[in-house]
């Protein structure tokens, strides 16, 4: 249970949202972060000790600039784009984020048709920042958080991406479709009162 996690690595217990990603240190029972950008970055200076492995740098020093230029307007635009149109309490709020929202797709997909990967031919970090929020959005933001103007499958170079991505050592094992959109549509109250969990697309659409 996340919440009790927070509550033993907390003193006094945890006071607020119990968010994941969350990295805890077990000798000193204390949270270490649950900021996913934070985690991402910690995570890519671990070396592996296992034979075999081999360590990729997700934050190359000659692509720090572009990383970090890309991850601004993904984050503010699609990663939590689809939340304030799934969030918005008024019409102007959620058209402003909407049209953020489905300029960045189209701006990522034009960054697609020229490149492998966003940021050149390599994999990086702003390729694992966007990867879970394209790789839910056709069955969960699409319809539950009225992201309806286009679905990823509408952009050929995102989707392509969405597939190479998916396809890439180690990925899918780590991905369940099934259980993420079960989790959004009944654990959402205040947008999915009824709990009702639609249709999905099937993992072989993803390739």
């Given at each position: 249970?996340?919440?009790?996690?927070?509550?033993?690595?907390?003193?006094?217990?945890?006071?607020?949202?119990?968010?994941?990603?969350?990295?805890?240190?077990?000798?000193?029972?204390?949270?270490?972060?649950?900021?996913?950008?934070?985690?991402?970055?910690?995570?890519?200076?671990?070396?592996?000790?296992?034979?075999?492995?081999?360590?990729?740098?997700?934050?190359?020093?000659?692509?720090?600039?572009?990383?970090?230029?890309?991850?601004?307007?993904?984050?503010?635009?699609?990663?939590?784009?689809?939340?304030?149109?799934?969030?918005?309490?008024?019409?102007?709020?959620?058209?402003?984020?909407?049209?953020?929202?489905?300029?960045?797709?189209?701006?990522?997909?034009?960054?697609?048709?020229?490149?492998?990967?966003?940021?050149?031919?390599?994999?990086?970090?702003?390729?694992?920042?966007?990867?879970?929020?394209?790789?839910?959005?056709?069955?969960?933001?699409?319809?539950?958080?009225?992201?309806?103007?286009?679905?990823?499958?509408?952009?050929?170079?995102?989707?392509?991406?969405?597939?190479?991505?998916?396809a890439l050592p180690g990925v899918a094992k780590t991905c369940d479709l099934?259980?993420?959109?079960?989790?959004?549509?009944?654990?959402?109250?205040?947008?999915?009162?009824?709990?009702?969990?639609?249709?999905?697309?099937?993992?072989?659409?993803?390739?």
């Amino acid at each position: 249970d996340l919440r009790e996690v927070y509550d033993n690595a907390v003193k006094g217990g945890f006071r607020g949202r119990c968010t994941a990603p969350l990295v805890v240190d077990k000798r000193r029972k204390e949270v270490v972060s649950n900021e996913s950008s934070d985690l991402v970055r910690m995570l890519n200076k671990v070396k592996s000790s296992k034979e075999g492995v081999r360590d990729i740098d997700l934050y190359p020093e000659g692509l720090r600039e572009l990383i970090d230029e890309t991850n601004q307007w993904v984050y503010r635009d699609i990663n939590n784009g689809v939340y304030r149109c799934g969030f918005s309490t008024t019409q102007a709020a959620y058209d402003k984020a909407e049209a953020g929202l489905f300029d960045a797709l189209k701006r990522a997909d034009g960054i697609l048709a020229q490149s492998r990967f966003l940021c050149g031919d390599k994999f990086t970090e702003a390729d694992l920042r966007l990867f879970p929020t394209i790789f839910r959005f056709d069955s969960v933001y699409h319809i539950l958080f009225r992201c309806s103007r286009s679905r990823i499958s509408d952009y050929p170079h995102l989707f392509a991406w969405l597939g190479d991505v998916y396809a890439l050592p180690g990925v899918a094992k780590t991905c369940d479709l099934e259980a993420t959109t079960e989790s959004y549509y009944t654990q959402l109250f205040p947008v999915n009162p009824g709990g009702i969990v639609a249709a999905r697309p099937s993992d072989a659409a993803l390739g």
